[in-house]
């Protein structure tokens, strides 16, 4: 194993969004879970008892590549995006997102990782996360095993079929289920979304003016809340799915659970 090569950074500029059609229910299902970890240092208690010894703070040290990996996966083991932040692009997905283009399959790609966001001290040598990123041109952005095996580096200039391609072949490494299908059923849940909030917008709107027309004895009132139940309803339906749809097993649980029970497959670490 080893860091994962070099890469040019992301074009500077302000942050990528949504599409401004989406509703509020498919940007939830669509936004990025960055993780923002911290490494904490074992301390030593120095003379006296627990209450009244000195704290002895440890130098910052970089960790090899293996246990900075694995510091970063924590038990979690599904594949990683690690990407570090630059001047251009702090406090921007701009390493990830496109501006110019739609991100609605990125988004949905990145639930299916680990999605893990570096400050721009890890270049410093001494930071513990150094090693991930000590190439003389490191890239802003790289994806890998759980376990930092075959990272592949992502580029922020290359189109988005190139970075959906290495995404995509993470995924199929990596989990039981297809995730071609998974993207295309959730990217039909989404547009589904969109109209049933469009519709429970609609119904809540013409409760209140009814109400406020007809007052609360109105006779349209019923059937206008019966509607916006099923409305709401179907919108729970709906979620289900999208959990469902996303449910694609790890390969690597599957495998440790098969030998745990007597198998004859083993993990892959």
Same mark, same amino acid.
């Given at each position: 194993?080893?860091?994962?090569?070099?890469?040019?950074?992301?074009?500077?500029?302000?942050?990528?969004?949504?599409?401004?059609?989406?509703?509020?229910?498919?940007?939830?299902?669509?936004?990025?879970?960055?993780?923002?970890?911290?490494?904490?240092?074992?301390?030593?208690?120095?003379?006296?008892?627990?209450?009244?010894?000195?704290?002895?703070?440890?130098?910052?040290?970089?960790? &090899?590549?293996?246990?900075? #990996?694995?510091?970063?996966? @924590?038990? $979690?083991?599904? =594949? *990683?995006?690690?990407? +570090?932040?630059?001047?251009?692009?702090?406090?921007?997905?701009?390493?990830?997102?496109?501006?110019?283009?739609?991100?609605?399959?990125?988004?949905?790609?990145?639930?299916?990782?680990?999605?893990?966001?570096?400050?721009?001290?890890?270049?410093?040598?001494?930071?513990?996360?150094?090693?991930?990123?000590?190439?003389?041109? &490191?890239?802003?952005?790289? #994806?890998?095993?759980?376990? @930092?095996? $075959?990272?592949? =580096? *992502?580029?922020?200039? +290359?189109?988005?079929?190139?970075?959906?391609?290495?995404?995509?072949?993470?995924?199929?490494?990596?989990?039981?289920?297809?995730?071609?299908?998974?993207?295309?059923?959730?990217?039909?849940?989404?547009?589904?979304?969109?109209?049933?909030?469009?519709?429970?917008?609609?119904?809540?709107?013409?409760?209140?003016?009814?109400?406020?027309?007809?007052?609360?004895?109105?006779?349209?009132?019923?059937?206008?809340?019966?509607? *916006?139940?099923?409305?709401?309803?179907?919108?729970?339906?709906?979620?289900?799915?999208?959990?469902?749809?996303?449910?694609?097993?790890?390969?690597?649980?599957?495998?440790?659970?098969?030998?745990?029970?007597?198998?004859?497959?083993?993990?892959?670490?």
């Amino acid at each position: 194993m080893g860091s994962p090569g070099a890469g040019p950074g992301p074009s500077s500029g302000g942050g990528a969004a949504l599409p401004t059609e989406r509703g509020r229910t498919a940007k939830k299902a669509t936004k990025l879970d960055w993780q923002y970890p911290v490494f904490k240092r074992e301390v030593t208690k120095r003379g006296g008892d627990a209450d009244n010894g000195t704290v002895a703070r440890a130098a910052n040290v970089a960790l &090899p590549y293996e246990e900075a #990996i694995l510091y970063i996966a @924590g038990e $979690d083991r599904r =594949p *990683l995006i690690i990407l +570090r932040e630059c001047k251009q692009c702090n406090g921007t997905d701009d390493a990830l997102l496109s501006r110019q283009e739609d991100n609605t399959r990125t988004l949905l790609m990145t639930r299916w990782f680990r999605c893990v966001k570096l400050p721009m001290e890890v270049l410093e040598d001494n930071h513990p996360f150094h090693a991930l990123f000590e190439e003389e041109h &490191p890239p802003h952005l790289f #994806i890998t095993r759980w376990d @930092g095996s $075959d990272p592949i =580096p *992502l580029r922020g200039d +290359r189109s988005r079929s190139e970075l959906w391609g290495n995404m995509q072949r993470m995924l199929e490494s990596e989990y039981l289920g297809d995730s071609k299908k998974a993207l295309k059923q959730l990217e039909m849940v989404l547009n589904q979304y969109d109209v049933m909030d469009q519709r429970i917008d609609r119904l809540e709107q013409s409760v209140e003016e009814e109400i406020e027309n007809a007052g609360p004895k109105s006779r349209k009132l019923k059937k206008l809340r019966k509607d *916006l139940a099923e409305a709401e309803e179907e919108m729970e339906r709906l979620k289900k799915r999208e959990q469902e749809v996303s449910d694609l097993k790890l390969k690597y649980l599957d495998k440790r659970w098969k030998a745990d029970n007597g198998g004859t497959e083993v993990a892959k670490l």
